[in-house]
């Protein structure tokens, strides 16, 4: 079993909708989860990172976390042709290694 | 504030052979790290530097694969002998602290194809 399982896609949504993306983990030992976004043939972009349980807003982008369920979200507002790409969660547990644990990557198209 | 810097972007080689892939970390940043994506599967740890140590390369996949990183700035990753399942995207990234993961910042990749 993998320790992030997040579902590939791809994901096809118009313009202006919102977007919900989401990542289930089996480690309870991570603290840190991160969002990233990877455009092609470019490296992963830190876009939302949060601590343990909650939610972060960050303009049209919310992350939650919850921890119980093991279980993290990223909304996208009002979504925008630009916001085409690949979306990474990946996660850290707090003492010990400093690597990042990722999820597959789910590839998401917006529709003008 | 210049990024992460890979070379090459692309390589094609015959298996059997030696590829070294280079990575030049943003300038102060301590600690670096190596990852790897194969076709279909998720990026992957490879190993941590913090300066010239080496912190943490249990995801290293077997003595194949060595890496470098003289005098704590850039970093050199060489795989000999090649095997056709060492084709992917290597991913170096590079940060100032230790902490949150949330300072990384990834290069471009270098795009390995073994045939």
């Known amino acids: 079993q993998k320790e992030v399982e997040q579902d590939p896609g791809p994901l096809s949504v118009p313009e202006g909708a919102i977007v919900s993306l989401n990542c289930t983990y089996s480690?309870?030992?991570?603290?840190?989860f991160m969002w990233y976004r990877q455009y092609s043939r470019k490296g992963p972009e830190l876009l939302m990172y949060?601590?343990?349980?909650g939610n972060k807003e960050d303009g049209r982008f919310t992350a939650q976390v919850d921890k119980s369920s093991k279980y993290i979200s990223l909304f996208i507002r009002d979504s925008q042709p630009s916001d085409s790409a690949t979306y990474l969660c990946?996660?850290?547990?707090?003492?010990?290694?400093?690597?990042?644990?990722f999820g597959q990557g789910t590839r998401l198209t917006i529709n003008p | 504030e210049a990024g992460v810097t890979q070379f090459p972007s692309h390589s094609v080689i015959e298996k059997g052979q030696t590829v070294t892939l280079r990575c030049d970390p943003i300038?102060?940043?301590?600690?670096l790290y190596w990852y790897r994506r194969v076709m279909g599967k998720e990026i992957k740890f490879l190993l941590h530097?913090?300066?010239?140590?080496?912190?943490?390369e249990s995801g290293m996949p077997n003595n194949r694969f060595l890496a470098e990183r003289t005098g704590g700035t850039y970093s050199t990753l060489k795989v000999q002998p090649a095997e056709l399942e060492d084709s992917g995207v290597y991913f170096c990234?590079?940060?100032?602290?230790?902490?949150?993961?949330?300072?990384?910042?990834f290069g471009s990749g270098t795009r390995l194809t073994v045939v």
């Open positions: 480690n309870s030992a991570f603290q840190y």
């Open positions: 949060t601590y343990s349980s």
């Open positions: 990946a996660m850290k547990v707090i003492q010990g290694a400093q690597k990042l644990v």
């Open positions: 990234a590079s940060s100032q602290d230790r902490g949150t993961g949330a300072g990384y910042t």
């Open positions: 530097f913090v300066k010239e140590s080496k912190q943490d």
């Open positions: 300038s102060g940043h301590d600690n």
